[in-house]
């Protein structure tokens, strides 16, 4: 399995943002598909994780705010994320478990004040 994220970038505070993460390889609906992140400094930590026919899961920093959602047809799972804050600004990591952990390349979200 590989993953490709792409959306990352610089946006000011209250802005928004949207990540993408294409999977190719052994990835079915009942694979779990998400998105974690990390800060300077700081453990990588779970934004939101989706699988189909269940309801997504979110941290609770973000709940409210970003929405996560999955195109089966393109193995795709994308990140949509409102009401940026300073303290979102962290390089985002997508996430596949198909039978073991899969990670993509990491991509950078900063949110200026």
């Known amino acids: 399995v590989q993953l490709v994220e792409s959306g990352g970038g610089l946006v000011q505070a209250g802005g928004s943002l949207r990540l993408s993460c294409a999977a190719s390889?052994?990835?079915?609906?009942?694979?779990?598909m998400g998105w974690y992140r990390q800060a300077p400094g700081k453990q990588r930590e779970l934004v939101a994780t989706?699988?189909?026919?269940?309801?997504?899961n979110y941290a609770g920093s973000v709940k409210g705010r970003f929405t996560i959602s999955r195109d089966n047809a393109k193995n795709t799972v994308y990140l949509q994320m409102n009401s940026l804050k300073p303290e979102d600004t962290a390089v985002y990591y997508c996430?596949?478990?198909?039978?073991?952990?899969?990670w993509g390349q990491g991509t950078q979200v900063t949110v200026s004040s």
């Open positions: 989706i699988i189909s026919g269940n309801a997504p």
């Open positions: 996430y596949v478990w198909a039978l073991r952990d899969y």
């Open positions: 390889g052994s990835i079915t609906r009942a694979s779990t």
